[in-house]
């Protein structure tokens, strides 16, 4: 099993900037790709962005050119970073490890909040 914690939540102004991280611990082997996902009050949790072992991206439409997700094997951590937000951007943010064979773990989630 693999456990993540997440951190960098918070406020920001609208067009700011935030980075969140998220540290993996436990079974690191049996990650395959990690990501970030995100879920709005009163809305399905979405995906965001993804990397995988090799460094394959997959990123939201409603993100690209604004987000980017490095990721550090040697670390075991995978990061978000987040330019020009929106107030559409305000969410739970949730780190997430999908497993070589299937199944995957969550992290406990950050809050993000763009307001002025």
């Known amino acids: 099993q693999v456990q993540l914690v997440e951190s960098g939540g918070g406020l920001v102004q609208p067009g700011g900037s935030l980075r969140l991280s998220c540290a993996a611990s436990?079974?690191?082997?049996?990650?395959?790709?990690m990501g970030w996902y995100r879920q709005a009050p009163g809305k399905q949790r979405e995906l965001v962005a993804t990397?995988?072992?090799?460094?394959?991206?997959n990123y939201a439409d409603s993100v690209k050119g604004r987000f980017t997700i490095p990721r550090d094997n040697a670390k075991n951590t995978v990061s978000l970073e987040m330019n020009s937000l929106k107030p559409e951007d305000t969410a739970v943010y949730y780190c997430?490890?999908?497993?070589?064979?299937?199944?995957?773990?969550w992290g406990q989630g950050t809050q993000v909040t763009v307001s002025s």
């Open positions: 997430n490890a999908d497993y070589h064979l299937g199944g995957n773990s």
């Open positions: 436990g079974s690191i082997f049996m990650i395959n790709v």
């Open positions: 990397i995988t072992n090799g460094g394959s991206t």
